[in-house]
């Protein structure tokens, strides 16, 4: 049996300005595979190749695969419903199959507006994948599909939704296949060298309002540091990868762990052939001080931290359970331990002003990380922070939801002056670093990184791909007044999906007056029975519904 991955090609303008980033969810899911004895497998990265429609076509005819499958994350959906509609039109006896965080928790939208998606994969689909190759190849799809966990699909008219399939957990047992990939094409901009994302652990124990990756793995599980690092010396040894990232949401909550793994790395004199990268919380900064030396010696050179905001209003809207003055102090210990920094900020919600953002700017340059960067806030639509704001949200043109388009409009601002804004503390921030900073701080090795940064952020500049600003036809704050977001406005919620929405947040609230009545001699008042309301919503997996709480 063959089967086709395709990687669809989407560009936010975002964190690609950085380079070509290998797609780990191909070699995660064709690994599964082969250990399962599946071997004519193909993989088309339509993004990193810059692929025409008519590119897709063409390898597809020639291919002619049993199963043709891909990825979605919000922006790229459309991307990647057109690519099984094509998928359809050139090999329509091929089976279409879908996955990724977006399909995940929108199934009921996706399937409304692209019927001819076979089949969805929904949360961790290692396990689900292998499950449903079996089917086909043994010729029992689609008569068995409702006997399959972690599916969505159309039957007839209906939406059908099977349980969730229970997390993995041995993931020690995941064999990624990175010989998948053309390692050639990732190429990390900065220290241009070939890039890798590895995986130590899954899941998250925190619950940011605005983040929905913890609803997304669900329980947190981490491996075995010598696999991991394992699989990074086979990466550095056979591919020649010079720089990884963790994908890890936050890679330091196991301190015991991480330092293993960081120690597995020194013992094995990897940090002389690659160098890393971790995104991670200010309170492990703080709660690690006396190990970030150890840390910049296992190869540790740029951590990414989730300031998020320079306002404590906007921290605990956040639910970020931090200070902004721990953000200054987590900034101070990295830049002694020789760690590049890079500080973000999430901005463009309804309360957002010029002074909010004149704040945010003055308060980094006090803070001073090596980097900062500015992302639109963007209200996933499966978050708790899109549930509360949800009435506000007036453009559900998915494509555009990437961090850099402002879908949110404050009240204070339109969206032109917001952006105008934003990029007047990048062209503030980063001039600054340019010329008083990158070519006179430091030596060796974070002089050439920082420099490095500055080629990228320059090259995506002259390309005008930074922040999509092409795209929006912004070429400076004399041109804010020319600006064209040209949001599809046609787009709209389907209303399968709208159902599901209200109906989640009645079996929210119904489950907090439950709560609340077991206890009688405390009586709940109405704005936390509001918040115990949002928090029940929250606990709900893998795109909602009370049948899938069994493994939660």
């Known amino acids: 049996m063959r089967i086709c991955f395709i990687h669809p090609n989407y560009k936010s303008g975002g964190a690609e300005i950085a380079g070509n980033w290998p797609p780990a969810w191909v070699a995660y899911l064709t690994g599964s595979l082969r250990l399962a004895g599946y071997d004519d497998i193909t993989f088309i990265d339509a993004m990193t190749h810059n692929l025409t429609e008519d590119d897709v076509r063409a390898k597809l005819k020639e291919l002619q695969p049993d199963v043709v499958a891909t990825t979605s994350i919000t922006p790229s959906i459309y991307a990647a419903e057109r690519l099984l509609e094509i998928a359809r039109e050139e090999v329509p006896n091929a089976v279409r199959v879908l996955g990724g965080i977006h399909a995940t928790f929108m199934f009921k939208q996706v399937l409304s507006e692209a019927p001819w998606v076979d089949v969805i994969v929904r949360g961790e689909g290692e ?110 040894n056979n ?83 931090t200070r902004v003055e721990d953000n200054k102090r987590a900034i101070q210990l990295l830049r002694e331990a020789d760690i590049l920094t890079e500080a973000q900020f999430i901005v463009g919600l309804d309360n957002e002003t010029p002074e909010t953002l004149e704040e ?31 009435n506000k949200v007036e453009v559900f043109d998915y494509s555009r939801y990437n961090f850099v388009n402002p879908i949110m409009k404050p009240e204070a601002m339109d969206r032109a002056e917001l952006l105008d804004r934003v990029m007047n503390n990048y062209r503030r921030f980063y001039m600054r670093k340019a010329l008083f900073h990158y070519p006179w701080r430091g030596t060796g090795f974070r002089r050439r990184y920082l420099l490095g940064c500055l080629k990228a952020f320059l090259k995506a500049g002259v390309q005008r791909s930074f922040y999509d600003l092409g795209k929006n036809n912004y070429w400076g704050p004399q041109s804010k007044d020319k600006v064209k977001f040209d949001f599809d406005m046609t787009r709209q919620p389907a209303q399968a999906q709208i159902d599901d929405w209200v109906s989640n947040a009645d079996k929210a609230a119904q489950a907090a007056a439950k709560r609340q009545s077991k206890d009688n001699s405390f009586k709940m008042p109405a704005d936390a029975d509001n918040n115990a309301a949002k928090q029940a919503a929250a606990a709900k997996v893998c795109g909602g519904g009370d049948q899938q709480m069994e493994d939660a």
């Open 127 to 236: 396990e689900i994948v292998v499950e449903l190759m079996n089917a086909i190849r043994d010729k029992r799809w689609p008569e068995c599909r409702r006997d399959i966990k972690g599916l969505a699909f159309l039957d007839g008219e209906e939406i059908v939704a099977t349980a969730a399939a229970p997390t993995i957990k041995n993931i020690d047992a995941l064999k990624p296949d990175w010989t998948i990939l053309d390692w050639e094409k990732y190429i990390y901009i900065p220290l241009n060298c070939k890039v890798a994302i590895p995986n130590m652990a899954r899941g998250c124990p925190f619950t940011c309002s605005f983040c929905s990756q913890w609803k997304f793995w669900r329980d947190y599980r981490i491996r075995d540091p010598k696999l991991v690092v394992d699989e990074i010396e086979d990466l550095v």
């Open 360 to 390: 945010t700017f003055q308060l980094c340059w006090d803070w001073q990380p090596d980097l900062a960067n500015w992302a639109m806030y963007t209200p996933w639509p499966f978050t708790p922070l899109f549930q509360e704001l949800h």
């Open 239 to 321: 591919h020649g990868v010079g720089f990884f990232i963790l994908a890890d949401e936050e890679p330091t909550i196991n301190r015991k762990k991480f330092i293993a793994f960081c120690q597995e790395l020194i013992d094995r004199g990897l940090p002389d052939k690659v160098k890393w990268g971790i995104n991670t919380r200010v309170t492990d900064i703080l709660r690690d001080e006396e190990y970030l030396s150890f840390y910049r010696k296992a190869g540790l050179v740029h951590i990414s931290l989730g300031t998020e905001a320079a306002a404590q209003l906007k921290l605990d809207q956040f639910n970020k359970e």
